[in-house]
């Protein structure tokens, strides 16, 4: 048996810290536009996917959220000057982008074991423009292989760097966080390059789910998402993005 998922004490006071002080910035620089937190399950067995576009998602939903989320980022984000302070008060779970680790899945079971939610970014990484990129399959690996776990998709507006940038200029520009209407996936069958075509396939529809709550300029690679949500098959320019 797994040991449980324990969050030291020092952590937990400044993940609390650290949404009261974020709350207080985001409301100082900008518009603050929260919908359908109505939607959120009230239970833990869930996977908060949001779009990356820059280093504003995390931080915004994380401190508006009703709950502690636990956050699976980049290892990278931890060595770097100015984020690893927050990212090593807030914790989470680090994981290699180009590598597999098994470890880190181990991490992320004991989260739901311990009856906390995941926040994760299925584009891998940040966009840096709003359009979505092409999702990776890491997001349906993790739901295949932990099992009964529901989706709830997070779209966030206004979260370019230039929101900072009007912020910092008096302009208070405006930036929403819309929750959809949680979802489950199909469940997987077959093995070997089948189960993986249908964890990629299960990753686009939550990318469709995503792009659905999201303005026309922020669908980026799934403004054709109603098709996938149809349960259609739909081309992609190129493969997702390593």
């Given at each position: 048996?797994?040991?449980?998922?324990?969050?030291?004490?020092?952590?937990?006071?400044?993940?609390?810290?650290?949404?009261?002080?974020?709350?207080?910035?985001?409301?100082?620089?900008?518009?603050?536009?929260?919908?359908?937190?109505?939607?959120?399950?009230?239970?833990?067995?869930?996977?908060?996917?949001?779009?990356?576009?820059?280093?504003?998602?995390?931080?915004f939903i994380a401190a508006f959220w009703p709950?502690?989320?636990e956050i699976i980022g980049a290892a990278a984000v931890w060595e770097r000057s100015g984020q690893a302070i927050v990212a090593r008060m807030w914790s989470g779970i680090q994981v290699n982008r180009n590598e597999f680790d098994r470890e880190v899945f181990k991490q992320v079971e004991r989260v739901f074991q311990s009856g906390r939610p995941l926040m994760i970014s299925p584009e891998?990484?940040?966009?840096?423009?709003?359009?979505?990129?092409?999702?990776?399959?890491?997001?349906?690996?993790?739901?295949?292989?932990?099992?009964?776990?529901?989706?709830?998709?997070?779209?966030?507006?206004?979260?370019?760097?230039?929101?900072?940038?009007?912020?910092?200029?008096?302009?208070?520009?405006?930036?929403?966080?819309?929750?959809?209407?949680?979802?489950?996936?199909?469940?997987?069958?077959?093995?070997?390059?089948?189960r993986r075509s249908m964890r990629q396939r299960n990753t686009d529809l939550i990318m469709a789910h995503l792009a659905a709550l999201l303005p026309e300029s922020y669908q980026g690679v799934y403004c054709n998402y109603q098709s996938i949500l149809a349960g259609e098959e739909v081309a992609f320019d190129s493969p997702p993005a390593n």
């Open positions: 048996m797994q040991e449980p998922y324990k969050i030291p004490l020092k952590t937990r006071i400044s993940r609390r810290i650290l949404r009261i002080f974020f709350k207080i910035v985001f409301h100082l620089l900008g518009k603050v536009e929260l919908s359908g937190l109505e939607n959120i399950p009230d239970h833990n067995r869930y996977v908060v996917a949001f779009n990356h576009v820059s280093l504003i998602e995390v931080p709950t502690l989320l891998g990484g940040r966009s840096h423009t709003p359009g979505l990129r092409r999702g990776k399959p890491g997001v349906a690996y993790i739901i295949d292989k932990i099992g009964d776990l529901v989706v709830v998709p997070v779209g966030v507006v206004g979260n370019t760097m230039d929101f900072l940038t009007q912020g910092l200029r008096l302009k208070r520009p405006p930036i929403k966080m819309i929750v959809g209407k949680p979802f489950t996936v199909p469940p997987l069958t077959g093995r070997g390059e089948q």
